[in-house]
């Protein structure tokens, strides 16, 4: 007998694996009619988001310092499986040596995604003796991330 329903619980976490957490390079042409690479092997891409801290403080201020944000930016922290032959890898590798910028995309669980221009300023091959190469990188943002845009991947290569 081959069972195919299942009991659900009452009460389901909100909580989502970062596993479902996926970035895209455009190896397209254009930033209008982009071709999306998926950066194949991920084992992390760790977005990060920061302003800049004015102080603001006075001697009014009771004693206690009073902060401003400055200037924002963005990076993303990327560890990936260093997969032989992989479209996104090489591109970024590629970007790296040719101080280019890439566009990405940083696409969640829900398929909903941000998207941006950065430059690749860390590109590392870590090969231990005991364990898979791994391409370590920052994506350091240049300009602002777009909205939360929804909808499906197109244009996807992988």
């Given at each position: 007998?081959?069972?195919?329903?299942?009991?659900?619980p009452?009460?389901?976490?909100?909580?989502?694996?970062?596993?479902?957490?996926?970035?895209?390079?455009?190896?397209g042409?254009t930033?209008?009619?982009?071709?999306?690479?998926?950066?194949?092997?991920?084992?992390?891409?760790d977005?990060?988001?920061?302003?800049?801290?004015?102080?603001?403080?006075?001697?009014?201020?009771?004693?206690?310092?009073?902060?401003?944000p400055?200037?924002?930016?963005?990076?993303?922290?990327?560890?990936?499986?260093y997969l032989a032959?992989?479209?996104?890898?090489?591109?970024?590798?590629?970007?790296?040596?040719?101080n280019k910028?890439?566009?990405?995309?940083?696409?969640?669980p829900?398929k909903?995604?941000?998207?941006?221009?950065a430059?690749l300023?860390?590109c590392?091959?870590?090969?231990p003796?005991d364990d898979?190469?791994?391409?370590?990188g920052?994506?350091?943002?240049?300009g602002?991330?777009?909205?939360?845009?929804?909808?499906?991947?197109?244009?996807?290569?992988?």
């Amino acid at each position: 007998m081959a069972y195919t329903v299942f009991a659900e619980p009452a009460t389901t976490s909100k909580a989502t694996a970062g596993k479902d957490y996926l970035l895209y390079v455009n190896t397209g042409a254009t930033e209008t009619s982009p071709t999306w690479t998926l950066v194949g092997g991920q084992r992390s891409g760790d977005l990060s988001r920061k302003a800049d801290e004015i102080d603001a403080s006075d001697k009014t201020s009771g004693g206690w310092k009073a902060t401003l944000p400055g200037l924002r930016s963005w990076s993303i922290d990327l560890e990936s499986v260093y997969l032989a032959g992989d479209t996104g890898a090489k591109f970024l590798e590629a970007a790296f040596l040719n101080n280019k910028q890439v566009h990405i995309k940083f696409e969640y669980p829900d398929k909903s995604y941000l998207t941006g221009w950065a430059s690749l300023t860390e590109c590392s091959l870590s090969t231990p003796h005991d364990d898979v190469a791994t391409l370590k990188g920052t994506l350091s943002g240049a300009g602002p991330l777009s909205d939360l845009k929804t909808g499906g991947t197109v244009n996807e290569e992988g």
